[in-house]
């Protein structure tokens, strides 16, 4: 079992002290002294942000700013993703919250306006309310991001409160924006993101590292360049993982990703950060998913969609390594539509099992990495 480094969750006294020391701005409270309205801007279930447990301390900040309840709106920077339903925003939000507040889905084709383009030539258009608000927080967590190089940050203005059209510049795989996992500085998509984020006037963010329980092991409130980039040093260490040496198969969960099945992409962080391939040339990479959402929804790079599979493609039973996809709430045909091998589908893990004994026998080197989406090749 390849576990990373992880930590202890702070409490809420570790909360409050983060709130109490913001890096880059004045305290939360102070920036909304003199303003009228605030809106916090939270990311949906495909990632594990605990906003229930952050929010209180929100605004409990801006009220003592001045800023009475009934002015702090919520919106759920969707992106490219589906909108929640009512049952969703309480799993995310609290029950509290949602009786109490005004709660709204980000919608990437409506209620946009237009603040021009970035140096690199990303056309933005945000959402109309969350520009209208005086004072601007975005809520969410540090995680490995194969694009951003971590989530959090600016990411939550582009794409969490953007159009598609700035998605889909910032997004498109041809733009020759420079790119990776854990990647921060120098990344232009990134940088992309936070120039947007200055167009938009972000204030300030509030963003978490998780332990593998989903426990806070860090807080970082602040500017969202340098909040965030504290904040990614400590995920560095608390998701580094010792990678092991050649094995035959790689189990790649994706959890905390995991409730919907194509955002398992996020599960490849261990091995797209190691200095050197670990699974030999003949292995297997197993990436599992509980998928409680099914495949998901992305409406750039789902089915048929612009920067998604616009037909089936080919076994690739051959492909070296192998891979395979454990998945039990979803069929080969969800695979296919998503430009995804359909015949590496196992929707039970016993079939994982006589896939993997019909071509290594009894006996073969495993490594298990059960929570990959957060999880980093230990430097």
């Not at 801006?62 to 002015?71: A, H, Q, Y």
Request: glycine residues 10%; hydrophobic residues 40%; positive net charge.
């Amino acid at each position: 079992m390849c576990l990373p480094q992880g930590g202890k969750d702070i409490g809420e006294a570790g909360l409050k002290a983060a709130f109490e020391r913001p890096i880059g701005t004045t305290r939360l409270r102070e920036l909304a002294k003199g303003r009228r309205s605030a809106i916090i801007v939270v990311d949906d279930l495909t990632r594990p942000t605990p906003a229930a447990r952050l929010l209180p301390f929100v605004i409990g900040e801006l009220v003592d700013g001045g800023i009475p309840t009934e002015r702090i709106r919520i919106l759920i920077g969707i992106a490219a993703h589906h909108p929640l339903n009512r049952e969703q925003m309480v799993r995310k939000l609290g029950k509290d919250i949602i009786a109490h507040f005004w709660v709204q889905n980000h919608c990437p084709f409506e209620n946009l306006d237009y603040l021009g383009t970035t140096r690199n030539g990303t056309p933005i258009y945000l959402n109309g309310e969350f520009l209208r608000a005086d004072l601007k927080v975005c809520v969410g967590s540090i995680l490995p991001h194969g694009h951003a190089g971590f989530g959090g940050g600016a990411k939550l203005v582009l794409p969490g409160v953007a159009g598609i059209e700035s998605i889909y510049h910032n997004h498109r795989p041809d733009n020759g924006f420079r790119k990776g996992m854990a990647l921060t500085e120098g990344n232009i998509a990134r940088e992309d993101m936070e120039e947007a984020a200055v167009m938009a006037g972000l204030d300030a963010i509030v963003n978490v590292v998780l332990n593998p329980r989903r426990g806070i092991v860090g807080c970082f409130v602040g500017h969202f360049v340098d909040a965030h980039r504290a904040g990614c040093e400590l995920a560095r260490r608390a998701y580094a993982t010792p990678i092991p040496d050649e094995v035959d198969v790689a189990v790649l969960s994706a959890y905390p990703k995991d409730s919907e099945v194509y955002q398992c992409v996020n599960a490849f962080a261990p091995l797209s950060s190691a200095p050197k391939r670990f699974v030999h040339e003949e292995g297997t990479i197993v990436f599992a998913s509980a998928g409680s959402e099914g495949m998901g929804t992305h409406y750039l790079a789902g089915p048929g969609m612009r920067l998604g599979a616009r037909r089936k493609v080919a076994p690739r039973l051959n492909h070296r390594p192998q891979r395979l996809y454990f998945a039990p709430t979803v069929n080969a045909h969800d695979l296919w539509q998503w430009g995804w091998d359909g015949e590496a589908l196992c929707q039970s893990w016993r079939e994982v099992v006589r896939r993997l004994r019909e071509r290594y026998g009894n006996e073969c080197r495993i490594a298990v990495f059960p929570c990959a989406a957060m999880q980093l090749a230990k430097a």
